[in-house]
């Protein structure tokens, strides 16, 4: 018994109080997070993920859509700037092929 004693004089009040409270609060916390109301602001917050997603999606499509937009012109561009290069070459050579 006096054994017994010593062990409970060596326990810390403080640090079993908070001990028991975050048992307390965490019990508490499960409940809460698995209420009906929680549950709800859940759905509410997923629903808004995935509006916010949608957005994205849409913004995403439209900026690729004006990417491939603009690398078909460009490349058109360079294909008349090679026509015209080689138009000029050639115009150059049947000058040249004249004077001699």
């Known amino acids: ?4 004693l010593k062990c ?3 326990i810390d009040g403080k640090k079993t109080g908070i001990f ?6 965490g019990t508490a916390g499960i409940k ?7 549950k709800k602001v ?15 999606m849409n913004t995403a499509s439209t900026i690729q859509e004006n990417a491939e937009d603009i690398y078909a012109e460009a490349q058109q561009m360079n294909e008349e700037r090679a026509a015209e290069e080689e138009e000029a070459v050639e115009t ?3 000058e040249e092929s004249h004077e001699v």
């Open 1 to 4: 018994m006096l054994n017994c």
């Open 8 to 10: 409970l004089s060596k």
């Open 20 to 25: 028991a409270a975050g048992v307390l609060f």
């Open 32 to 38: 809460i997070l698995s209420s009906r109301e929680a």
């Open 42 to 56: 859940y759905t509410n917050c997923t629903a808004a993920a995935l509006r916010a997603k949608e957005c994205i």
């Open 92 to 94: 150059a050579e049947e």
